[in-house]
């Protein structure tokens, strides 16, 4: 079982950067594939990224290619989301999950996780 935290999250100026962390309990963090994921009010949770447990895997949604980076840090068992050029459609609350150690990779399907952070809101001003 793994705990998560995100932090990072706040006002941030439209074409900024802002980066996300997510710190995990578990000693075992480098067994988890982890992804990052967002809610904006009204909507649905959205898929923003994911790395698989090695970090060497990563997969991202059409709408951040390009724009955010995900990686993680096996030895502080900390995953991040750099956020790159935000746009204000980029509003919302940032979810980190972590997937049952039997997988390798990641998915973009967010019933796929087993464990949830607490979110951490990322708010964008054009």
């Known amino acids: 079982q793994v705990q998560l935290t995100e932090s990072g999250g706040g006002l941030v100026q439209a074409g900024d950067s802002l980066r996300l962390s997510c710190a995990a309990s578990?000693?075992?963090?480098?067994?988890?594939?982890m992804g990052w994921f967002r809610q904006a009010p009204g909507k649905e949770r959205e898929f923003v990224a994911t790395?698989?447990?090695?970090?060497?895997?990563?997969f991202y949604a059409e709408s951040v290619k390009g724009r955010f980076t995900i990686s993680r840090d096996n030895v502080r068992n900390r995953l991040y989301l750099q956020m790159n050029t935000p746009k204000p459609e980029d509003t919302a609350v940032y979810y980190c999950?972590?997937?049952?150690?039997?997988?390798?990779?990641?998915?973009?399907?967010?019933?796929?996780?087993?464990?949830w952070g607490q979110g951490t809101q990322v708010t964008v001003s054009s």
């Open positions: 999950a972590a997937r049952a150690p039997k997988y390798s990779s990641g998915t973009s399907d967010y019933t796929h996780y087993d464990y």
């Open positions: 578990s000693r075992s963090f480098s067994g988890y594939a």
């Open positions: 790395i698989s447990w090695n970090g060497d895997t990563t």
